[in-house]
């Protein structure tokens, strides 16, 4: 078995009969999401795209999800960088994510477990889900969007098991071809995750990635930062991001938390007596800064 059947696709099936909710506050989180059907409604609020805003800068709450499902759930499983490598790119509409494969050359008409199916209504690439099983001619997805009916569904309001025959088509509705990422990419035994500071894809903020994908978050954690060598106490939100600037730390402490960019921002800052800011030296041994 590799990373798809042991890793990917089990995720993607624990979320069958998740429902969309009937507004943000009753969303829960990725990994703690509320009940699936509790509070279910048609306002297009996910877990999904809280997550999918969260890494990527991009909000699509409130929108047609069966494409972000898709997307965060790789990032959930291998980071943004790697989900990006796998898709060509993030985008929640369908034209643009068929596109992103096409231009690395993985769109195929012939589907293999792993893949991100597309479906054409006759004007448009609309709708897409992911393929856990391709077996006697019939490809089974699940896909985010839909209906638990066993027709295509693409304005339903749940994640649910889907099945057509392969090449299916009705009347002007049809598979259009699937998206292969190259899962060799994030195979264990060829891809360790990169340790270190990593931009989000705002291009502005960024989060800390360790070596078995984890990240640093909610409080401080101890770092070195690569490019310059140095290392210091890095205050990290309850969603993964540095802080900069003026913040409050877990105990209630106020810091001011260097905002320049380079190879100090983030670290703690304190006044020397002339009153100027400048980068606080830690004193492992007395665990207090060198003031």
């Known amino acids: 078995m590799g990373i798809i059947q042991e890793k990917v696709t089990p995720e993607f099936r624990k979320w ?6 009937n507004k943000k506050e009753n969303l829960g989180s990725y990994d703690n999401p509320e009940n699936f059907k509790t509070n279910a409604g048609d306002g297009n609020y996910t877990v999904f795209a809280d997550l999918y805003r969260q890494k990527t800068g991009i909000n699509v709450q409130g929108q047609p999800w069966c494409d972000s499902f898709v997307d965060t759930v790789l990032i959930h499983l291998f980071g943004v960088d790697a989900a990006r490598a796998l898709l060509g790119g993030f985008s929640a509409y369908t034209p643009t994510s068929v596109s992103f494969y096409k231009k690395m050359g993985r769109y195929h008409q012939t589907p293999q477990e792993g893949d991100q199916i597309f479906f054409h209504n006759g004007s448009r690439v609309y709708h897409t889900g992911y393929v856990y099983k391709v077996e006697n001619g019939t490809v089974h997805t699940i896909e985010g969007n839909t209906s638990s009916e066993k027709i295509l569904e693409n304005e339903g309001g749940c994640v649910a098991y889907k099945q057509y025959p392969v090449g299916w088509t ?19 035994q060829k891809n360790t995750c990169v340790q270190g500071f990593l931009r989000a894809a705002d291009g502005k903020r960024w989060w800390y990635q360790f070596p078995d994908g984890s990240y640093g978050k909610e409080g401080w954690h101890w770092l070195t930062e690569q490019t310059g060598g140095t290392s210091g106490w890095y205050l990290f939100d309850e969603n993964g991001y540095m802080l900069t600037g003026y913040q409050t730390g877990p105990g209630g402490q106020k810091y001011f938390l260097c905002p320049e960019p380079g190879i100090d921002e983030g670290k703690c800052m304190v006044t020397n007596r002339q009153g100027e800011l400048i980068i606080a030296d830690y004193d492992h041994e007395n665990r207090q800064y060198r003031i």
């Open 170 to 188: 009705n009347g002007s509705r049809r598979i259009d071809g699937y998206g292969r990422p190259d899962y060799s990419l994030v195979e264990p």
């Open 16 to 21: 069958v009969g998740y429902c969309e909710k």
